[in-house]
Structures are given as structure tokens and as C-alpha cells.
């Protein structure tokens, strides 16, 4: 019979200790290997990769061959003496959170990561083991969410500055073309005042470019085929850039139709396309604009279009990619600014104005940019199933002698006021004025039977424009209202009922606009 002694319990005892130690190995690198985040040990002395996990070779794309010459140096994107300094506090400290550093995938691109590592020390050999979480999606949508809010503050700034830039255009239209209408044609002072009046529309020009990038811009919106659109545009694309750069528009027929309107987003078209050839430059190379259909959710809105006006639903996404030079991601996070450019003669609102026209539109844009790989920029548009035809523009009725009475004019600003009733009275109408709706309530109250008309502006203090306007109409619910704003019409009449103004005027106005919505409501009926 076999003895039990002491020797034999000593032997099963070392068997029972290894067979635990293998299963406490095989249960870590189970661990090790199912992490979700990278694992991997380095050599002090060398910087050369002893160990990683599967994480590690998922996510910077490193094979099992490449570990045998790639070092933390080749790995971390940062100078040799910040890596360096880096292990020496491991090292020192035995456990180091090292931050947010910066990993290059196999293929050239960077993935944001975030460290901690721990130092060990095995027989004759320093390792040390780190724990690595790829957050580069995370850093993105922050990025993008920082960029948003800072485009929606200036955003709000530009508004409010085209607003009241709108304001004193108006006066300075007003008065200019009272004082042409006062002087005869062959008079020396008219080829200045011509000049005068040029130089203010373009400056109303700039207005609405502000306008459109604070996302307030004036849209007429209606049906927008997309495909059909950037076909009649190609001719025009194709000359405005060089000819060493192809062109390739791939727009499939059958797309769902944009609400939209359609001379915005052909300045959104000639602004990618624009802005594409010229990162490509002298070079040769391709610009290829394509478009298809997608369905976004509240998930892919959160992480690709964080802090944007986009709604889930449908959409038609516009992709315009380039071969040209790319962009840094410190470009990328500059260049909706205004007036922003990387050219030496650049000026202009640019991309800045076609991100105001997206927001107008509630639509979305997303970019992916490397330095010297090009740059491809996506236009998430909401889509609808169903085409609707424009209306007819409307018959513009015959020009005859407005009726007489009395306008009142409402505005906060003196300037406004004096230069409108100026206009009203030389087409023969008595004018009161208000300097806010309270005050406009009050005259109208007061000269109920004789005010044939209201001049009424959207902003005022201690009284707006839609509380003056319910309150007139409580006293006359057939009161003729024309609403003026230095805000596009659209977002102006948001407030109203469909119909309940008799017509809208958008700041800067002038003489022949002002007269033309008078025969319109006075003499058609309105």
C-alpha cells in the first residue's frame, strides 16, 4: 500500500499552489484580453513593447509582427524628452496618472487616449504597465460642442449688429432717395448720389450676410430638388475653378426634395465647392460632390452634430470631398469664423455666412480633415417626401394715385421715423408717429376713424411689435398692419397668424418698396 506521508502531502500541496496560480493567470489575461481598454508593458531601459492586449492591436492597428521594433517613442505623439520625463515619474512614484496624450494609429492618424501607468519590477528588468482609453470620438464632440456655442454667441452678436445696421440704412436710404426725388435728372449732384446709394446696398449686402450667418438671413423657402439643382449649377462651378481641378457631381435622381430655399443653397454649393479648390490650389486634383439619403437619430445627432439646430428624421446628406492640401484641427476649429481665412487676400464672411444659412435651415454639417490627405464636409438637409410646386410669383397691379389718410408710423428709432413719414407724406399722407408700442396703442386709440395704416417695427422696448399689433387689432380687428423688420420675414412672422398682417417690409428699405407695398394693400385689395 502507498504511504501518505508527510513528503507526498508537501508534493500534492506544490501541485494544488501551481494548478492555482495557472487558473489565477489564465482568469488575468482573460481580463487582459476582453478589456475594452488598451493594455500594454514597455521595457524602461529600451521603450520597446513586451506585452500588449487585444485592445491594443483594435485600436492603433499594430500587428504582432510590428511589436518587435515599435518603442513608446514611435507610439506617443510628443517629443523624445516629454516621454521621457513622463516615465522617470512612474519610475520615481511607482504609480502616475499621466492625462490626455496623443497615440498614432499605424496608418498616420492620431487618437486622443487617456494614461495611467503603473512602474514594475521584475528580477533584473524595469517594466512599466499602462492602461490607455481611447477617447477620440469623446474629444471630437467636445471640440464640436465648444466650437457650436461659440458660433451661436457670435452668431447672436452678428443678428443684433445687422439689425441695427438695418435701422440706419433705412434712414439713409429713406432720406437718399428723398433728396433724389427732389432734384432733377440732369442735376450735377445726381451721378453722387447714385454713388451714394450703390456704396449702401452693398453695405445692405453685407448686412444680409451677417444676417444669414447669425441664422436670421432672408429665405424664400420652397421645394428644392437637390440633384436638379447642382446640375444647372455646373456649368457655373466649372468655370469658377481652375482647370487643373475635376469636377465630379454624382447627384443620384429620386432624392426625397429639400424644404429650403434654393438661392441659399446654391451659395452653400458655390462655398464648398469654392473653398475645396482652393485647398487643392496649383495641384491637380478631384472635387466630387455626392448625395444620398439617411435616417439620423438622436444618437448619431449627439455625437456627429453636437449643439447644432438638427432634428431626428430624414435627411439628404451633401458630401463635397477634396484632394487637397487638409486641414489642422486648429484650422478646423477656426474656420467658421468670421472673417477667418488661410488665404494671404482673403475677406468675407465665407463659411461662416453658410453656416448661418444651415442653421436657418435647421440643417448640419460635419468635417473630417487630415493635413495632406484633403477634406471632406457633409451637409445633413432635412428631407420631405413630398414635392410641392412653387406658387406664381404674384401679377404686380397697376400703377395709379394712392388714396389719401393717415399712416401711423411706429419705430424706436428717430431716425426711422422721421425719414419714413418724410417718404409717406411726399405720397400725400398725413403720418403720426410712435416711438414704441405703448405709444402706438395710444395714438391709435386716439385717431381710431382716421388711420387708414400702420408702419410697425418688430423690436421696441417697454412694448413690441406683436403685443402693439393684438392690441390694435382687439380695437379694429380690420386694422392694416405692415410688420418692418431688419430680421428676415420668415422668422418675423413667426409670432402672427397666417394672413393677419396686411403685408412685411425688410429693413433697408427704400422709396419704390415702400410706395409698392402701399399700392399693394391700398389698391389690391389686401
Known sequence: MGSSGPDNE??????????????????????????????????????HMVEVNGAFHRTLGYSHEDLASLTLYD???????????????????????????????????????????????ELDQDLVCVVARDVTDQVRAESALRQA????????????????????????????????????????????????????????????QMLAYSGKGRFLVQAVDLGRLVEEMAHLLEVSIPKKVAL???????????????????QVVMNLVINAAEAIGDQEGTISLTARTAMLDEAFI?????????????????????????????TIAKIFDP????????????????????????????????????????????????????????????????????VLVVDDEPAIRTTASAMLESLGFKVLEAADGLEAVERYRSHQGEVILVLLDLTMPHMDGKDAFDAI??????????????????????????GSLAGFLQKPYQYKDLRTALEKILLGGA
Open 10 to 47: 508537501e508534493s500534492e500541496g506544490q501541485l494544488t499552489l501551481i494548478e492555482g496560480l495557472r487558473r489565477s493567470e489564465a482568469r488575468y489575461r482573460s481580463v487582459v484580453e476582453q478589456a475594452g481598454d488598451m493594455i500594454f508593458l514597455f521595457d524602461v531601459a529600451t521603450k
Open 75 to 121: 507610439l506617443v505623439d510628443a517629443g523624445a524628452e516629454s516621454v521621457d520625463r513622463n516615465i522617470a515619474h512612474v519610475v520615481s512614484e511607482h504609480h502616475y496618472t499621466v492625462g490626455r496624450r496623443r497615440y498614432r494609429h499605424k496608418d498616420g492618424r492620431i487618437r486622443e487616449v487617456e494614461v495611467s501607468a503603473n512602474h514594475l519590477r
Open 149 to 208: 456655442q461659440k458660433l451661436e454667441s457670435l452668431g447672436v452678436l452678428a443678428g443684433g449688429i445687422a439689425h441695427d445696421f438695418n435701422n440706419l440704412l433705412t434712414a439713409i436710404l429713406g432720406n437718399l432717395n428723398l433728396a433724389q426725388m427732389n432734384l432733377s435728372a440732369e442735376s450735377p449732384v445726381m451721378p453722387y448720389l447714385k454713388k451714394i446709394e450703390s456704396t449702401v446696398l452693398r453695405a445692405s449686402d453685407l448686412t444680409r
Open 248 to 266: 465630379q457631381a454624382l447627384i443620384p435622381h429620386g432624392l426625397p426634395a429639400l424644404e429650403a430655399d434654393p438661392t441659399q443653397i446654391q
Open 302 to 330: 449627439a455625437v456627429h452634430l453636437p449643439g447644432q439646430a438638427v432634428n431626428p428624421g430624414p435627411h439628404v446628406i451633401l458630401e463635397a470631398a477634396d484632394t487637397g492640401c487638409g486641414m489642422s484641427p486648429e
Open 339 to 406: 472673417f477667418f481665412t488661410t488665404k494671404v487676400s482673403g475677406r468675407g464672411l465665407g463659411l461662416s455666412a453658410m453656416l448661418g444659412i444651415l442653421r436657418g435651415h435647421q440643417a448640419g454639417i460635419s468635417i473630417y480633415s487630415e493635413v495632406g490627405r484633403g477634406s471632406t464636409f457633409r451637409i445633413y438637409f432635412p428631407a420631405h417626401e413630398v414635392i410641392v410646386s412653387p406658387p406664381a410669383p404674384p401679377i404686380p397691379p397697376a400703377r395709379a394715385a394712392l388714396p389719401t389718410g393717415t
Open 473 to 498: 387689432r382687439e380695437m379694429n380687428p380690420l386694422a392694416k398692419v405692415i410688420l418692418s423688420s431688419g430680421y428676415n420675414q420668415q422668422e418675423a412672422l413667426e409670432p402672427f397668424i397666417r
